[in-house]
């Protein structure tokens, strides 16, 4: 009865918190006393309500139930699997109250009301910078490590990237398990040898249903979809420019930083890009890989061919 009349008799003696059910009292409380009553067997996590164990457990046993119906994409989480959805249906629920801006997720608006309120909660302890986006200070850091953020307690061995910490602890020792039977190549996690097959097979099981579009890793589909829904989630700090990849970012905020992490071993001159320092390789190696099919001219620079064509198209800018 107390659903129909919205009657709340159990109260919080600290905040004013009030609820239906002495239950949801007795866990709200736990976000005061910091108490988790519910630990994991396998590696002792803890946590404060039992739900949050049945998610954890399912790290150890990779169990995932919910399944989008589309796709076939698969998580342990339904809260995820409704966020996924939304990759289907490009509902955006979340908006923008001071501009047309508008998401998918709660966390993507979070970022985006920072470039209207010029909330910079990330701030570097060894110097006084400081940003709205968490990635942005991760970025900002390989400047006073010199690049490497993530090392390996076992071995030594030291990286830019979570990601490639991950890899690397696979085993621990360096140990792949993992073989491919058709060309040797080997590796320390089983999914990544799942995508190396399709290297083989050919398989694109990842499909755009907007145009057709397919390909082998289900990263490379949400950076496609991007080029259909215009979403630009990756934000520069500086100037507020927006990119659909975070690689284009990461470039772009050298423009700021000055930084040109490519440097030329022959002659030291660096480059903010590796496809610069490609180009100008080409200046020691003679090499000119770019080859006019009219005339016997070849360059370096495919920019280059493209203006030479124009002799022969006789197109005028």
């Known amino acids: 009865m107390q659903v129909h009349s919205e009657e709340k008799p159990h109260s919080c003696e600290v905040c004013g918190y009030a609820c239906s059910k002495k239950s949801n009292l007795v866990k709200h409380m736990r976000t005061h006393t910091g108490e988790k009553p519910y630990s994991c067997e396998v590696c002792g996590h803890s946590c404060s309500k039992k739900s949050n164990l049945v998610l954890h457990m399912r790290t150890h046993t990779g169990e995932k139930p919910y399944s989008c119906e589309v796709c076939g994409y698969s998580c342990s989480d339904k809260s995820n699997v409704v966020r996924h959805m939304r990759t289907h249906t490009g509902e955006k629920p979340h908006a923008c109250e001071l501009c047309t801006y508008s998401c998918a997720q709660k966390s993507c608006l979070v970022k985006h009301m920072r470039t209207h309120t010029g909330e910079k909660p990330y701030s570097c302890e060894v110097c006084e910078y400081s940003c709205s986006q968490k990635s942005s200070l991760t970025q900002h850091m390989r400047n006073h490590t010199g690049g490497m953020l ?5 071995l030594g061995y030291s990286c830019s990237q979570k990601p490639s910490l991950t890899q690397h602890m696979g085993t621990g020792t360096g140990e792949k ?4 039977e058709v060309c040797g190549y080997s590796c320390s996690q089983k999914s990544s040898l799942t995508h190396h097959m399709r290297i083989h097979t050919g398989e694109k099981p990842h499909a755009c249903k907007v145009c057709g579009y397919s390909c082998s890793q289900k990263s490379h589909l949400v950076k496609h979809m991007r080029t259909h829904t215009g979403e630009k989630p990756h934000f520069c700090e500086v100037c507020g420019y927006s990119f659909s990849e975070k690689s284009h970012l990461v ?3 050298r423009t ?3 930084e040109k992490p490519h ?5 030291g001159f660096s480059f903010s890009r590796k496809s610069s320092l490609v ?8 090499k000119k890989p770019h080859t006019c099919e009219v005339c016997e001219y070849s360059c370096s620079v495919k920019s280059h061919l493209v203006e030479h064509m124009k002799l022969h198209t006789g197109e005028t800018n």
């Not at 993530?150 to 076992?154: A, K, Q």
């Not at 440097?263 to 002659?267: K, N, R, T, V, W």
């Open 150 to 154: 993530y090392s390996c307690e076992v």
């Open 177 to 180: 398990p993992y073989s491919c």
């Open 251 to 253: 470039n772009h905020m």
């Open 256 to 258: 700021h930083t000055g």
């Open 263 to 267: 440097s030329c071993e022959l002659c």
């Open 279 to 286: 180009r100008h390789m080409s200046t020691h190696t003679g």
